[in-house]
Every structure is written in C-alpha cells, then in structure tokens.
C-alpha cells in the first residue's frame, strides 16, 4: 500500500475507528492505540482491504476484534475501571462518555460469549433480528444473551452503588 | 428499568432505527445507504445521532492537529521560530506520522513548569488553524478545544466546561477518576467541540494532590455556585472565561 493511500485511508476513517474504540472501552488513550492497530493491520494485508465491498464494515469488524482482544487481556491482568454512573434523563444520540465508561467495566467482567452481542446491540445498536443474522444464531439465542447481560449490568451497578 | 443508564438509553432508543454502522456507511456515503438516508431525513433522533457522531469525529482530528502543534509549541520556545500555521501545516503534511507515532502520554517536558503554581494553556482549533485562547477570548461554535496543565508536583486533574446557563460537561476525563500525572507539563488527551449554545463559557481545571473523581469536581463546583468551588485542601482550581457566539 503507497505511503498516500494509507493517509487517505486514516484522514477518511480514522475518527470512524477511534469514535467506535472509545465507545466499547470507555478510554480515549486506549482509542489512539486502537486506531495505530487497526491501521498497522491494514497496511499488513492491504489487499484484503481493498477487496472489502465495504470499507465501514470491515474497519467496523477490525475494531471490534481489537477491542474486545483487549478487554479479555485487561480482564487478565484484573484492570477494572471506576464506576460513576450520572442519572440524567435517557437520550438517543449515542453512547455518552459516562455511559462508556460504565459499559466497559461490564463487558470485563461479563463472560465472553455476551461481551460481542453487547458491543453490537449497546455500541453499535443494531436490532436483535442484525444480530441474529449477522452472528448466524437464533434471534431467541440473542434476546436470551442480551438478558443475561443486563442481568450483570444491574449487578455491577448495584455492587458499585453499595460501595462505601 | 433499573440498572446502569446505558440499558435505558438503549430500550429508549428502539428497534426499529439504523444502527452506527448504517449511520456511518450514510456518513462515509458508501452506495446502498439511499433507505437509511430516507430514514435519517425523516427522523429527528437519527439526526441528532449522526450529529453526535460528526462532534466527536472532529474533536478527534482537532485532537490530533492541536497535539502536534503543542509540541511544535514547545520546541519553538527555546529555537524554532515556525509560524503557527506552518507548524500546522507540517501536521498535515505528515498525516501518515501521525497516525504512527505515539500518542501524547508523557509530560512534554518538565522545565515547562515555572514556579509552585501549576499552569493552563487552552488550545483552539478552528478551520485549520491551531492557537492558544486567552482568557476572555471570543469563541466560535464548531471550534474545537484541548488542554494542556503544568504541574510542580505529581497531581490528578479534571477539567469542567461550565455554559452560560449553568450545564457542566467533563473536559477531561470524560468519566471516572482522573490519574495521577507526574511533575511536568501535560496535553491532556481529550478534545471537545463546542456546541451552538451562545452566551458565557467557563472553562475550570481542578488539580489536586490526590486522585479526583469527575463527580466529586462537580460537587466542589455545585457547592460553589457562581463564586466558583470553594478552596479544598490539597486542590488548586483555575477558570478561564470565555464569551461563546
């Protein structure tokens, strides 16, 4: 890949891939280090990239996979981040930065089979009939995942309000 | 529900909407996307989602152009008198080097500190250029900002922008506990797009000798009212004022 392609490339999608980091692990620094590897990642195969339909979704995809790599390693090494949760009225313009922060410490903690299908539906808020189809499983398998991870969710925030 | 807000937004927000991925296939204008832009066109929630995600796209570039023109800053105080708008210049000029080195976490340099007091330098980003904003200065909707402290000893720091009808947004860190930082000048990693709302606009860094949560600097922040937070042991507060149209 020539050195000006790469930069069309990063000026056209970097915000893309840094906004989606941030969102899933609740930390601008953690961002920047997702957005080198992602593009460290397209510069090693750039012929897998190019031959993409869709740019959105394979960068999409990259990200996730980094991400969630690094919530299995931080959940390892026992990272686990503060929880302030505000109580302002809900909205619908995306995942605020408290919000992130709080949904990162979960998906640490949730077992690893919740933690994709939550990214999908809480960062990426995709229908329950997308992810079904997109992960190749039963829009039941989906409705029944996303529970059990609410379940946790109200765990931790109840745990975390009962903290001194 | 109960629980952590983020599953009530979520509920709220439905099934029956585009996902971020549409979205972002509409923002990048990949083919296909004519149905989610007859939806958007048609939705005051789905705009105000794309709009979300355009804010944080260009406090992101701005994050970036404002980080190396803090170092072009830096270096110029002592030998490289480069006009500001060349060293950002330079910045474009190496998108790729920008992507590859690494991001700002260290102090830029420790003899940047003068004197017991620590230091706030307010960056701006507006239409291509990056520039320091004084106190008092004129901001614009749409410019982007960034903050760099300097601290004569290890201290954690929060940064609250407070608008001229009392709402308070988290600068810096977004959320959660600001880290101890060490001795050092600092370009702290978060950058902010300021919204369309004229009026006063205050700009508050708490640096305290322990670590600061963002909640607890809104609470010093409440109990001060307009006066400003009260003085809190082992904490230093500086404002800024700023008039935003």
């Known amino acids: 890949m020539q050195h000006d392609e790469i930069e069309v490339l990063y000026r056209k999608y970097g915000a893309l891939v840094h906004r989606r980091a941030v969102a899933i692990l609740g930390d601008v620094h953690e961002g920047h280090d997702v957005v080198q590897e992602v593009f460290v990642n397209v510069l090693r195969a750039p012929d897998t990239f190019r031959q993409e339909a869709s740019p959105v979704t394979y960068l999409y995809n990259a990200a996730t996979n980094v991400c969630l790599r690094r919530l299995r390693d931080s959940r390892r090494r026992g990272a686990l981040l503060e929880r302030h949760v505000s109580k302002e009225e809900p909205r619908t313009d995306g995942l605020r930065a408290e919000d992130a922060v709080t949904l990162a410490s979960v998906l640490r903690d949730v077992p690893e089979d919740l933690r994709e299908i939550a990214v999908l539906y809480f960062v990426d808020e995709m229908s329950q009939d997308e992810i079904a189809e997109r992960l190749g499983v039963a829009r039941r398998t989906v409705g029944n995942r996303l529970e059990a991870f609410r379940e946790a969710a109200q765990k931790a925030a109840g745990d975390s309000h009962e903290r001194p | ?245």
């Not at chain 2, 990949?30 to 989602?49: F, K, N």
């Not at chain 2, 270096?75 to 998108?95: Q, S």
């Not at chain 2, 009026?199 to 949560?213: H, I, N, Q, T, W």
């Open chain 2, 1 to 245: 529900m109960s629980g952590p807000d983020f599953l009530r937004r979520r509920e709220a927000l439905g099934e029956e909407h585009p996902s971020q991925l549409a979205l972002d296939k509409l923002r990048l204008q990949e083919p296909g996307t004519d149905v989610i832009r007859a939806h958007v066109d048609g939705c005051a929630a789905c705009q105000a989602r794309l709009q979300a995600g355009d804010a944080k796209d260009v406090a992101y570039q701005a994050s970036l152009f404002v980080g190396k023109e803090a170092h072009a800053v830096a270096k110029r105080a002592k030998a490289w008198p480069l006009p500001l708008r060349a060293a950002v210049g330079l910045a474009v000029a190496a998108g790729v080097a920008l992507v590859m080195v690494p991001m700002l976490r260290e102090p830029l340099q420790k003899e940047g500190v003068k004197g017991n007091s620590p230091g706030l330098t307010v960056y701006r980003h507006r239409q291509g250029r990056v520039e320091k904003v004084q106190d008092g200065e004129v901001l614009n909707a749409g410019d982007a900002l960034r903050f760099e402290v300097s601290l004569p000893n290890d201290a954690s720091v929060v940064v609250l922008g407070v608008d001229g009808a009392g709402a308070v947004t988290p600068y810096s860190p977004l959320a959660g506990v600001s880290p101890m930082r060490g001795a050092g000048r600092h370009l702290l990693p978060e950058a902010m797009q300021l919204d369309a709302v004229a009026g006063k606009e205050r700009v508050l860094a708490f640096v305290c000798d322990k670590p600061l949560s963002v909640e607890q600097a809104k609470v010093a922040l409440a109990q001060g009212g307009e006066k400003g937070p009260p003085e809190r042991d082992g904490c230093v507060v500086m404002t800024r004022h700023y008039l935003k149209k």
